[in-house]
Structure formats: C-alpha cells, structure tokens
C-alpha cells in the first residue's frame, strides 16, 4: 500500500504557536530553528549567519547538544555574537525531544535571552544532530531550516522525511565536496523540488566569500514579513470583583 507524505510522517502539534507579542505588548524576536543530521554543518551555519545578520539585527543564540555545551563553546570561541546573547540546553536525551516533544527548557532559554539583552529581532535555535525525521515544534520556532550535506550521500533529498519535506527552507551545504565524494548537485536538486515542491532549497558553501548569502537572504525576508506583520492588541486584565 501506498503512504504519503501526510501519511507516513504525521504532523505534531504538541504545542500552539507562540503569541508574536511579550507580556509588555511589545513584539517578539522571530524564532528559527536550524535541524539536521550530525555534521552537516548546522553550527557554521549559525555562526556564518550570525556574522552576516549581526550589523543589521539584534541577534542571540541558543544551541542543543546532549550532555555538552560543544556548540556554544564552537560559537563563542569564534566570536560570532557576544557571550551574553550565547546559551546552551544541554537536552539529556535524543535532540528532537527537547525541540518537538518537551520545548519547555528551549522556551526558557529563549525567554531568557530575551529578558536578558532584548529587545532582540532573530533568536535562532540550533537543534544538536539529528536524523531526518527531526522537525521543531511550532510552539518553539516561528521557521524551521533543515540542514544537509553532499557528503552525506546525494540521495538523501530523495530519500524525505520530514525534515527534508516540511521543513520551510532545506539548505543543501558542502557544495564544493560534491566533486569529491561523487554527489550530483542537479540531482540533489530535482530530487528536492520533487519532495518538497514550492518550497525553497538553498545550495551553500561555506567556505566560500559570501556563502551563506542564499540563507542570509531567506531570513532576511522572514524577518521583514515578522515586523511587517499586524500585531494582536494587548488585553488588559480584568480588574478583581
């Protein structure tokens, strides 16, 4: 018997989506998460984002690893942001729990974050490696990026999963190994409309002057549709009887 996507890999909605709005009326950073499998460069991508957006936004981090702070410690030995707008969850158990199934220690630390050096405009959260049924839950993140690898295997796009599916942008990274280890970069790309249709797929180098320019892009336009949009009005609290 035939499955499809909605079939097989079944949406969660463990939480709603989070209001746009602070308990002071003002808006909210926009939340991205970043997923995907170990080593396909989730963090660099963080950190390439974070020197390309830094000038023009307020920007923090949070990272997820299982038992480390590896990821921050990546991040602020580089410099990417100041060490204030850097936080670790350290999730304990498979990554996906503490992004889709028990947000709560993510929600404080973004909560946190922004409590801390807001008003902040993009909090991005990077998930620890995962597989490709890794997604975010809604309540968590307002955007999911899910990051691949060439060397990974050129047919992972071909293979789904939801992370590869419905995630709002797939970024196929390491182009420039692709020669190396034998991965069709237009394959990667058919299989990947093929999977996702209109959703976007940016192809990334991140070694390369500007490589996370495509990326940079897309969330640069999330964050203006973010503050572009309406937000609801605050409702005052109703006096005691």
Known sequence: MHLDHAETFPQRHTYSAPAATRPDGTRRALRIGLGGPVGSGKTATVAALCRTLREEFSVAVVTNDIYTREDADF???????????????ETGACP????????????????????????????????????????????????????????????????????????????????????????D?????????????????AFTSLTGEDGVKPVADWVREKLTAWTAAPMAPVTAAADPA
């Open 96 to 183: 996906h729990t503490a992004i889709r199934d028990d947000i709560s220690a993510n929600l404080e630390a973004v909560e946190d974050l922004e409590d801390a050096v807001g008003p902040l405009d993009l909090v991005l959260v990077e998930s620890g490696g995962d597989n490709l049924t890794a997604t975010f839950s809604r309540g968590l993140v307002d955007a999911q990026i899910f990051v691949i690898d060439v060397a990974g295997g050129d047919d992972i796009p071909r293979k789904g999963g939801p992370g590869v599916t419905t995630a709002d942008l797939l970024v196929v990274n390491k182009t420039d190994l692709a020669p190396y280890v034998g991965s």
């Open 75 to 89: 991040l602020l030995r580089h410099a990417v942001l100041p060490a204030e707008r850097i936080t670790a969850v």
């Open 185 to 201: 970069l237009d394959g990667m790309a058919r299989d990947a409309r093929a999977q996702r249709g209109e959703l976007p797929v």
